[in-house]
């Protein structure tokens, strides 16, 4: 089996099991709210974030299992928080998501704020009523989930005001991707390490690998948007770009943005390869093939 | 010193120590969200649900310490939440709140919303990071109050359910508060029992006792809805009244809406009446108190 079909499958079967999960953690569709919740979950998300906590978790040598998976769907739970509310009509007010209608067009703003607010919850709840995984170990991973919360808001708080009437350096870009998108990518790789009990110093390096990856992966969308324009790509939503949105590409132009993401994946891997006993190979397969957007 | 300027004495000086610790963890204005989080909780709120909390623990021979006033806060947090939301235009679309023009209209409704998450999820963030409380039983209240979240979003989407349209029976409409009011009330008498280790039945007597005396509260502002028709019942809102919602009142009458709260009452005190080792005293003047509406 070549390289390519490895991580594809390995990325498959993750994210069958990540989405088991999600299933057994869902309400079921009794009222309006959890009908929501489930619409805006089961979506046809790509599971990026579960799949990368998974593959640091395995590489770091754990094992999954019922908490592991727990924790995935947390994850999981909290970016979909996020993707409601950035849809809504009073922040970015995007009537697609997926290529299906988003959560408030379909719903209802008001049960669609209801619904993010549930999946916020629902994400801390979950992770604090699995047996699988000892007290102080839920603190510490509720914790720090909460605290990548509050970047993700500060995040999206900075995204609301990047209006072409209110332009942003490069600095404040790189500040607010790194709160929207990275921040979130970063705890998945962290928290795999808290649950291996790695070195306060390999902890950083996993929080390090994690922020440079998601950063390239938020300036790579703002690249796709571009060359979007001439090559159709196929099923993708280029809401920002459509807004006159500040990006890297506006700001820097493609080929520095480029760059820019391929400093970053460097970066990323080197973070890794510093790290000990981690089995960097699965790790460095999922990064590529994360930036080449097959995923 | 007479009874009743006794408990407002007790009153006054625990709603100080609350709005201390509220002070020490809510964030800095360092941001429009964090300003609109100030703002919403420290707009003049009488900390009703953290002062029952502070009053059922001491009862029951707790001392307050530092932890005991982050739980005051957290609840405080997850009660303004639910108010930022519940004024929104999407859903009660309330231009004030305690005399206020409400979030949105200051922030803007974009931030307005960003601000209740940032609330739901410092709750549990303070919570979780308070280091003079044990991991357990953290996690116990945590989870407590995450269902309990649940539940007071069940309520809110029922109540925006209640319209001249769609009309609920008396049964639905005590579900519907008892969600949206009660079990956040019930939550802090049943928390003070966890932190105090009582019995499992005597757990459920505080539980019910909290949901009795929520419930008759939402129930009175019915009645406060009709009978400050007349009396121009000052510095109070009813926009609920307004709207032409499904009331106890529209429902049931005035009388009989009445009878229910005294009798509602007359069994919270019998609940507590049957908790072993626990002071009355102060509780039932306190419930009284709220009773009266002057608090």
Known sequence: MSLKLAIEKYITENRRKVNLSIGENLPSANDRVSRAMRYAVLNGGKRLRPVLFIAVFESLGGRIDSGILTIASAIEFIHTFSLIQDDLPALDNDDYRRGKPAAHKVFGEDIAILASDSLLNAAYKILLEEDAIAAGLKVKIASELMRTVK?????????????????????????????????????????????????????????????????????????????????????????????????????????????????????????????????????????????????
Chains 1, 2 share one sequence.
Do not use: W
Not at 177 to 194: F, P, R, V
Not at 200 to 207: I, Y
Not at 230 to 243: C, E, H, P, T
């Open 151 to 295: 970047i993700l808001i500060s995040g999206q708080e900075g995204d609301l005001a990047l209006t072409p009437r209110k332009p942003a350096g490069l600095l404040r870009l790189k500040e607010i991707y790194s709160g929207k998108t990275a921040a979130l990518i970063a705890a998945c790789a962290k928290i795999a390490g808290i649950l291996r009990a790695v070195k306060a110093g390999e902890l950083r390096r996993l929080n390090s690998f994690g922020m440079k990856l998601g950063l390239s992966y938020q300036i790579l969308d703002d690249i796709l948007n571009v060359t979007a324009e001439n090559k159709a790509f196929k099923g993708r939503k280029f809401s920002d770009q459509r807004k006159g949105k500040i990006t890297y590409v506006s700001l820097i132009g493609l080929r520095k943005s480029q760059e820019i993401v391929e400093n970053l994946m460097r970066q990323a891997k080197r973070e890794l390869a510093k790290i000990d006993k981690i089995d960097k190979g699965t790790l460095f397969l999922l990064a590529d093939f994360i930036l080449q957007r097959r995923y």
